[in-house]
């Protein structure tokens, strides 16, 4: 690489750190330092419980008079839409800052018997599908618009599917009548395969809702991609959702041809990672953690998905309860920054469900140069005195 790697930087950087010793208290005073630290660092990061009520409030008020319109606007929509699903870190309580953003996955079921469509892996992207009709002339005879504007070949197009359900929402709001007291404007954008509504509320704060078209399935992982821990842990047959993000050949996926690429749906795993995560000590702490240093540095490389993904490598390679205890929380957190750091030099955190999928492929020398340095010196610091993690979060002692 044409950057300078090192285990740590130069001393120089870290002055501005040594000028807050004052905040760092002996050790022996507390009884588990680092324990006691990250703990105030997580009192510190809590949601605003006021805001938080009043934001659920509104959206479930608005996610349930919304949905009934989009289903009076759109014939298509009646007839495919069957529940939502409230996904997310807010949904997972691993959010960091305001509670403000939520992922809403509006699930859709097309109106055939199982018999007559199936979902058929993409060999060469194990991390991608497709949905196929096995009897075009069933969905022309029984459905014709649905074949019309979402199937091409037989296939269920995820690009298709997103415009849709785009141009419906759009349509949707021409029409609604806001019924949440608290919403004084709404507006839309579009944000990968979501559509993004964002309310203002009368005080001018504003509540993102990304609504993203997903169709559910069960998907059987080939052997090949698939991690003989994360087998044994969660299984190979999975239920997934299928959501309409592009192919991509980063990493060590294999270029697609344009027609199939278009065809492909990333599957994601949200029930198995829940259950990977669920009731397990100290993990969901460890994550916020990383996720609030992240923001801290703005690392935004390090989307919250890939640190989550850190943390789950860790589980499914020691999944013992007493390694999670609360009271070891410092200690998991530490070797999380050791994950993160080996990661981070290597520029490859692997996909939890296709160990050859790189989800950390697009972070170049440079980036990963000073992340992988920062990184080196936080973790020296901290070994050297626990209480260091003070100056990680630029945390004050609160006693």
Known sequence: MGSNWSEEIEEEESDSFEEQDKWVLEAQ?????????????????????????????????FLRSFIDELKEVDELFNLLFKELSYEGSYYLNLRVSTPDEFDINLILKPPFEESEFEVVHQPLAPSYAKIY??????????????????????????????????????????????????????????????????????????????????????????ESSLDDKVKNRVGSTLEAYLVPKPYSSFGKQMPINEKEAKRLWR?????????????????????????????????????????????????????????????????????????????????????????????????NDDQACNIHNRLCYFIRKIKENPEFLRNVFQEAPSF
């Open 29 to 61: 005073k507390l009884k588990q330092p680092g324990v006691t630290i990250c703990k105030e660092v997580l009192r510190g990061i809590k949601l605003d419980k006021k805001e938080e009520k009043e934001n659920n409030e509104i959206l479930k008020e």
């Open 133 to 222: 009709m096995k009897d075009r002339t069933i969905a022309l005879e029984k459905y014709p618009k649905l074949a019309k504007t979402l199937f091409d070949g037989g296939y269920l197009v995820p690009e298709n599917v997103r415009k849709w359900l785009q141009s419906v929402v759009d349509k949707a709001l021409r029409t609604y009548t806001r019924k949440a007291f608290f919403i004084k404007r709404i507006r839309t954008k579009e944000a990968g395969p979501a559509r993004t509504i964002i309310l203002t509320k009368t005080d001018d704060t504003e509540i993102d809702i990304d609504l993203v078209p997903v169709v559910k399935c069960l998907l059987k992982l080939p």
């Open 267 to 363: 599957s994601h795993f949200s029930k198995a990672e829940k259950k990977i995560i669920y009731n397990k000590g100290c993990v969901k702490p460890v994550i916020k953690l990383l996720k609030f240093l992240r923001d801290k540095e703005d690392w935004k490389i390090l989307a919250s998905y890939y640190l989550k993904t850190v943390v789950m490598w860790m589980v499914i390679e020691n999944n013992d309860d007493d390694y999670w205890k609360e009271d070891k929380m410092d200690n998991r957190f530490l070797d999380a920054l050791q994950e993160l750091k080996t990661a981070v030099f290597q520029k490859k955190i692997a996909y939890l469900f296709n160990k050859e999928y790189n989800l950390l492929a697009k972070i």
